[in-house]
């Protein structure tokens, strides 16, 4: 399955330019679901830009992770640059 930009939510499953989204956004929650027990992601707001959210984990089965904040948040944009062993992250907008 390729990245989904045009959905609520966000369907992302491969890092890089084509996870960028340059564009406000408001995030409401995001979801990480690993496919391997040592798993990584990290995503900024543009490339080389501010770490916005960052996840990992080498605890057996655990593999996913759910982050809401308390407010919805709005980043200036959306770019995954560290994909080690995710098999998707969905990213829920207002």
């Not at 564009?23 to 990480?32: D, E, Y």
Request: glycine residues 4%; aromatic residues 8%.
């Amino acid at each position: 399955m390729a990245n989904n930009l045009a959905t609520n939510p966000i369907i992302l499953d491969t890092a890089g330019a084509t996870s960028a989204v340059s564009n406000p956004i408001t995030v409401t929650s995001i979801i990480v679901n690993a496919s391997a027990d040592t798993w990584s992601c990290v995503i900024h707001d543009k490339p080389s830009g501010n770490i916005i959210f960052q996840a990992d984990s080498s605890v057996a089965n655990h593999r996913s992770i759910y982050w809401s904040p308390a407010e919805p948040i709005t980043f200036s944009g959306l770019y995954w640059t560290t994909d080690t062993n995710i098999a998707n992250v969905l990213i829920y907008l207002k």
